[in-house]
């Protein structure tokens, strides 16, 4: 991708969830000369201003529980020249045929592992490629070592933050893996105006995550809290802040959506539920409180006062863990007489957060190496991922089973639509059985395990 090329570059994203898709996209935006994200110039050969061509985008959403909503979509505000659900077989069928300067995998290690084994097979007799991108849509507070060994083999495994760009390359380094491919860059979606003083009203928002906590008693223990601090200050407003309507999924699975908690329980007028995009959010937000959502870091880059809660322990299970340190672990306690934290200036600097001003060139490094990348002239090398069939003979055919490709890339007999796209009667079928799945997880599984209790 020479950066005065006439030509706009070609990017595609992968995701299987509306947040991946978010970071994707977003990541596609920053890292491409001409970034969708705002206008960028370069010097041309005399020393006048050029402006790059706008990247054409290209999103495919992977087939699976959590295939974002149209509503999902449009929440995210995240724009695309084209739009469309695949399996991992069909988009493979179309990187095959198609031509592109960049693909970013935004996908779960076992889904990034499986479509770069399925392009290493299709891209094994041409270096015409385009660079791959992967890495990760926020905090990494578990499966270090698996995910970030599921995700190597990407040119370009993007770490977030400085302290995960150390983490990153002492797992790959110390598995005798290569760990040129990791990278620095910051958080792609933050940005907004940085916080300067109290709203009329006081805004308290608590951004809700799906999983953490999983339990009912611990979900209706802050769903309580809340309710108990927006009592003690009438003058607040107290915005629950949800990720998705009941029968939607997200990147992982909510059988205990806080919005049917709520209905059991009597709100005061200043609580309300809310959803839209959190940057909308936060612009009207004096504090935000959460156990461990990548919310908080959007939050700590603009400056606003930034809770992250300690009422169900500090745990690893809950990964607020991470947290440790920030200046930001407090409790609804401390939150209901008056507490307003004051983060670390050090530790924030560590998280890729950039509050300092530095996040208008968290992503140069990483559109360097692209660029650098798409002007060998030998081409690019063939992906090389550290497992493969002799290192991990017993783990990686499961993982690429999951997507129906065999250990070495071809798809397994019996995947589905190899050759041909889905008619309209597969399409059909396939969003009545996602509904189905979802109606299972969110109503059925609860029931049977409350019943296996008694």
Not at 5 to 34: F, H
Not at 138 to 165: F, T
Request: with cysteine; hydrophobic share 40%; net charge positive.
């Amino acid at each position: 991708m020479p950066p005065r090329t006439s030509k706009p570059p070609r990017i595609a994203v992968l995701a299987d969830s509306d947040t991946r898709w978010k970071w994707g996209a977003s990541t596609a935006d920053r890292i491409a000369p001409g970034g969708r994200a705002g206008p960028s110039t370069e010097a041309g050969p005399r020393g006048d201003a050029h402006v790059a061509p706008v990247p054409l985008l290209d999103g495919f959403l992977l087939r699976g529980r959590a295939t974002p909503t149209p509503r999902q979509l449009a929440e995210v505000g995240v724009r695309a020249d084209s739009l469309r659900e695949v399996t991992a077989v069909e988009f493979l069928r179309v990187m095959a045929r198609e031509s592109y300067d960049v693909l970013v995998l935004a996908l779960v290690g076992g889904g990034v592992q499986a479509i770069l084994h399925g392009l290493k097979r299709i891209w094994e007799d041409t270096r015409e490629r385009p660079v791959v991108v992967t890495g990760y849509v926020g905090v990494v507070y578990e499966k270090l070592a698996d995910g970030l060994l599921l995700r190597h083999g990407a040119d370009l495994v993007l770490a977030n933050s400085r302290q995960d760009a150390d983490r990153f390359r002492a797992v790959y380094e110390g598995v005798g893996a290569d760990a040129s491919s990791v990278t620095e860059v910051a958080l792609p979606f933050l940005g907004g105006a940085p916080y300067t003083g109290e709203h009329d009203p006081y805004t308290v928002v608590f951004a809700a995550q799906p999983s953490v906590p999983a339990s009912r008693e611990e979900r209706t223990y802050l769903l309580n809290r809340l309710v108990r601090h927006a009592r003690l200050h009438p003058d607040r407003e107290v915005l629950l802040k949800l990720r998705s309507r009941p029968g939607e999924h997200t990147t992982h699975i909510e059988e205990l959506p806080y919005q049917k908690l709520a209905q059991r329980l009597d709100l005061p007028p200043n609580v309300s539920l809310v959803y839209g995009n959190m940057g909308e959010v936060l612009d009207r937000t004096d504090l935000m409180v959460t156990v461990s959502s990548t919310a908080a870091l959007e939050s700590l880059h603009r400056r606003i006062p930034t809770v992250v809660l300690t009422d169900l322990g500090v745990r690893e299970a809950l990964g607020n863990h991470h947290f440790v340190g920030s200046g930001c672990l407090a409790s609804w306690d401390r939150l209901d007489a008056g507490h307003r934290p004051v983060p670390d200036e050090a530790w924030v600097a560590r998280q890729g957060v950039a509050a300092d001003g530095s996040y208008a060139t968290a992503f140069d490094t990483a559109r360097e190496r692209i660029t650098e990348l798409l002007a060998r002239p030998a081409g690019l090398p063939p992906l090389t991922p550290y497992y493969s069939p002799a290192t991990a003979p017993g783990y990686l055919p499961g993982i690429l089973a999951r997507h129906h490709l065999a250990p070495d890339g071809t798809p397994l007999p019996g995947a589905p639509a190899t050759d041909k796209d889905p008619g309209p009667v597969r399409r059909i079928v396939r969003r009545a059985a996602r509904g189905a799945y979802r109606h299972g997880v969110q109503r059925v599984a609860p029931v049977i395990r409350r019943m296996g209790e008694l």
